[in-house]
């Protein structure tokens, strides 16, 4: 792991036992990392763009999502912010939070917990291809 983000994830979950503010779903990861861009979203959503050493150009790493926007105190359990994950209709705090959450699901199927405390990977790294089907009329 790239020595930027590293630093980035002990600023956004702090170190020496304290509760971390954001929940972390991380996208793809990678194992070197040239550069990472940083983008903030409304509602204090933060996208992690990353850049590979052998895929070119840039990709979204992770999503960080802040608790305050799901309703949760800073010590909530993973169990308690997946259940947000899993039904993004129960999100009633933000809408942006809960449209985007629901944006997420699409592409990337479901959210999954990991071992660390506020962290969780999306089951699919690739996006979900949108099929359509039957007659397409010209520049649709």
Do not use: C
Not at 19 to 26: D, H
Not at 70 to 99: C, M, Q, V, W, Y
Not at 117 to 140: P, S
């Amino acid at each position: 792991m790239s020595e930027k983000i590293k630093e980035f994830y002990k600023k956004i979950h702090s170190s020496k036992n304290e509760i971390p503010e954001y929940a972390t779903i991380i996208i793809r990861e990678a194992r070197k990392l040239i550069d990472i861009k940083i983008k903030k979203d409304k509602s204090n959503i933060l996208k992690i763009m990353a850049h590979d050493a052998k895929t070119p150009g840039w990709y979204l790493h992770s999503v960080h999502v802040p608790l305050k926007n799901l309703g949760l105190k800073e010590d909530a359990k993973n169990k308690d912010i997946l259940a947000f994950f899993d039904d993004p209709r129960t999100i009633t705090r933000d809408s942006f939070t809960k449209e985007f959450v629901e944006e997420l699901l699409r592409k990337y199927i479901s959210i999954i917990p990991s071992k660390k405390n506020h962290f969780f990977t999306t089951k699919r790294y690739k996006k979900k291809k949108e099929m359509k089907t039957g007659v397409q009329l010209k520049g649709f």
